[in-house]
């Protein structure tokens, strides 16, 4: 089945900046939303950002202003980019791709971003 592969995640200093891209193994259509989402060690998934179709983005509050979410729509491609990253960003980022009513919902295998010093 189609899924979604992710890179661009390492291991950063404080305050240091990633990007982190997203892409589908096979052609994917009707995108209703993209999300970034990332789990902590011990800690419940959570939602960092989300783009829908129309261009509508939200944030995760802790992230606003330092992360930002953009799609290449030709490349069929997400972004996050991550800047003023601070330890509590550590986590494994999943990238998370479905239409609107989830008939299709695809999902990345996760990659691992570490902000230590």
């Known amino acids: 089945q189609v899924q979604l592969v992710e890179s661009g995640g390492g291991l950063v200093q404080p305050g240091g900046s990633l990007r982190l891209s997203c892409a589908p193994s096979?052609?994917?259509?009707?995108?209703?939303?993209w999300g970034w989402y990332r789990q902590a060690p011990g800690k419940q998934r959570e939602l960092v950002a989300a783009?829908?179709?129309?261009?509508?983005?939200n944030y995760l509050d802790s992230v606003k202003g330092r992360f930002t979410i953009s799609r290449d729509n030709a490349k069929n491609t997400v972004y996050l980019q991550m800047n003023s990253l601070k330890p509590e960003d550590t986590a494994v980022y999943y990238c998370?791709?479905?239409?609107?009513?989830?008939?299709?919902?695809?999902w990345g295998q996760g990659t691992q971003v570490t902000v230590s010093s």
């Open positions: 096979g052609s994917i259509f009707g995108i209703y939303a």
């Open positions: 783009i829908r179709s129309g261009g509508l983005t």
């Open positions: 998370n791709s479905r239409d609107a009513h989830y008939v299709s919902n695809y």
